[in-house]
């Protein structure tokens, strides 16, 4: 008999087509030079001010990409609790409130409605979901991976998943002293945070000119950019790229954790 998780196999990697579709585009994107920086002194804030220069706009197919990625992802762990109740001789229920795999808020939440999501399966089953909900993973639920995909496809249902602008991720400016005493001071842009979102004009770094001297060139600034899902929404402030990644990793295990569980044996 053919393993009934053949179709949550295929949803991954249909997730992983696109994911590679997706950085291919990331790719090719930021070939195009689409951000950097410029500088200038402004003596009315007493500042030297580094600002972004955004030259292209991110394309909207981005978050159709990154949806179609979410929902194989949602649908494979539907698909899994549909054989887990079938597997334990029980029949699933279609419809809106049938049988699905639960992603829930709270222990309450589980008893009261995630349960009902997979009734028929077996209570090891039942169990074993219920210990692996958000809730239960050590941190807060809005940075659980797997309460990330749950709202992203929610998201997807009713707008297209929409990328921030742009961020800095990291960076630096790197100023010389061009006197006898040549020194070097470098200074960090963003720190550990992004600076989100971005935009032409976006100011990235300030920096008091009464710090400067006639002396001092700016030597080298150096920005790494990056793209980030948008404020406001179920990935904020996450990366486009390594985010979809991650959730694909994630559903790929637990279809692999789950798979002992059932208990037909299958060539």
């Known amino acids: 008999m053919a393993d009934p998780l053949e179709g949550c196999r295929a949803k991954i990697e249909r997730a992983k087509e696109h994911y590679r579709e997706l950085s291919h585009e990331f790719d090719a994107f ?44 949602r649908s ?35 008893e009261s409605f995630g349960r009902g999501k997979v009734q028929d399966a077996s209570e090891a089953v039942v169990v074993s979901i219920g210990n692996i909900q958000p809730y239960t993973r ?29 961020v800095v991720r990291s960076g630096s400016v790197t100023y010389t002293d061009t006197s006898e005493n040549a020194a070097v001071s470098q200074y960090a842009i963003g720190g550990s945070d992004l600076i989100s979102p971005l935009e032409d004009g976006t100011i990235i770094l300030r920096h008091p000119l009464s710090e400067l001297t006639p002396e001092l060139n700016v030597l080298q600034g150096q920005v790494t950019f990056d793209i980030a899902f948008e404020q406001g929404g179920p990935a904020e402030g996450k990366l486009l790229l390594p985010t979809p990644n991650l959730l694909i990793s994630l559903v790929d295990q637990m279809i692999t954790w789950f798979r002992p569980m059932l208990q037909q044996d299958f060539a």
Do not use: C
């Not at 580094?50 to 992802?73: D, K, N, T």
């Open 138 to 166: 050590g941190h807060e639920i809005e940075e659980d991976l797997l309460y990330i995909l749950h709202q992203l496809d929610i998201r997807d249902k009713h707008q297209v998943l929409s990328p921030a602008v742009g």
């Open 30 to 73: 930021f070939e195009l030079e689409p951000y950097g920086i410029a500088s200038f002194e402004n003596p009315a804030s007493g500042e030297h001010l580094f600002f972004a220069r955004v030259s292209r706009e991110l394309p909207v197919r981005w978050g159709v990409i990154a949806g179609e990625i979410v929902h194989h992802l």
């Open 76 to 110: 494979a762990l539907d698909l899994l609790a549909w054989q887990l109740v079938l597997d334990n001789g029980g029949t699933p229920k279609t419809g809106g409130g049938g049988t699905m795999f639960p992603i829930v808020r709270s222990p309450e939440d589980f």
